[in-house]
């Protein structure tokens, strides 16, 4: 009786299962997973997510109507990125977005059948992730965030809100910025011509965080480059506190760590290129191949001053630099 019992369950379970696919099918209804270097309630990501709907939204795309996006944070873990690549991979959705290095490259691993769409990855060729920029080949294509030559205008910037500056470090996780080594390469070409001391300050926890600000701080002259890594960007709060409390000048790549209280911030709109990578997942859905988009740069960048926090530093932002800046905060 309980076998006949059973076996009733899984007969009315999977009827249950191929309706449900049936209505799927018949209201168009499509999938399309997103994988974010960041945990659910960080403002950062829940900008990202509001763009993105917002892109597919102008695309005709509407959430539950006839698509659904599903969501997972992983707070820049790499075990946690890993895991969910791999179910993300296995629930078999249309499409997959990926937003950064570490999440791109997880993907990359876990299929190489399902599109992906990736956005804010550094360097996709040197990283082995497409063939090339105008013919990824594969299953993978998107939108790149850091031009190195963006990664001179840093050390230029630091020097110009803070001309005292002389010695300038890197800081960034190696484990989930695999591509330091050639933001090393670009600072080195640039600390020439601006007489700078460069070094590298690689961290794995908070605690060689502030081992690593607190040993830069002691030399006169100091300034920090926070590198677009997912593990700083989620310890974003400790570096900028420190950084402040060590009266210590810091760039960032992303517009929502000056608003937070960061120095200064100079990068690509993250919120624009996250939006602009929605038009690659409607282009997918519709029939077109990741192999044959090219990959795309960005086209807004942002200088954002803090000048309170400025003010903290006692530092006074030339008047040429405030009127270059896209945002100044009070």
Not at 37 to 56: C, H, M, Q, W
Not at 75 to 85: N, P, S, T, V
Not at 139 to 144: D, K, L, P, S, V
Not at 186 to 201: G, Q, V, Y
């Amino acid at each position: 009786m309980r076998r006949r019992k059973f076996i009733a369950l899984l007969v009315g379970a999977a009827a249950g299962w191929t309706l449900a696919s049936c209505t799927q099918q018949a209201t168009g209804m499509r999938r399309v997973a997103f994988l974010h270097p960041y945990l659910e309630n960080d403002s950062e990501v829940l900008t990202r997510v509001i763009a993105f709907r917002k892109g597919l939204e102008a695309l005709g795309w509407i959430e539950n109507r006839n698509i659904r996006i599903e969501h997972r944070y992983t707070g820049g873990d790499l075990g946690r990125i890993r895991a969910y690549a791999t179910e993300l991979v296995h629930s078999a959705p249309d499409v997959i977005v990926g937003s950064g290095t570490p999440i791109t490259a997880a993907l990359k691993e876990a299929t190489s059948t399902i599109p992906i769409v990736f956005n804010l990855v550094n360097d996709p060729v040197g990283q082995g992730f497409v063939t090339s920029l105008s013919r990824p080949g594969g299953n993978i294509t998107g939108f790149t965030f850091i031009d190195f030559l963006l990664i001179g205008k840093w050390m230029e910037m630091i020097k110009e809100i803070a001309p005292g500056v002389r010695h300038v470090a890197l800081i960034f996780n190696p484990d989930t910025t695999p591509f330091y080594p050639a933001f090393l390469r670009e600072l080195e070409a640039a600390r020439t011509s601006l007489a700078l001391e460069l070094s590298a300050s690689p961290v794995h926890d908070e605690a060689e965080v502030e081992a690593a600000i607190t040993a830069l701080a002691r030399e006169p002259g100091g300034a920090l480059i926070v590198a677009p890594d997912a593990f700083i960007n989620n310890h974003r709060r400790a570096v900028i506190t420190l950084t402040e409390r060590r009266r210590l000048p810091a760039i960032y790549g992303f517009r929502q760590f000056a608003a937070e209280g960061a120095l200064i911030s100079y990068g690509p709109n993250t919120a624009d290129i996250v939006r602009r990578s929605a038009g690659y997942v409607d282009r997918v859905l519709k029939g077109e191949r990741p192999a044959d988009l090219p990959v795309q740069a960005p086209t807004k960048y942002e200088l954002v001053i803090n000048l309170k926090t400025a003010k903290a530093l006692g530092i006074a932002p030339a008047p040429e630099l405030l009127a270059r800046a896209a945002g100044v905060i009070q």
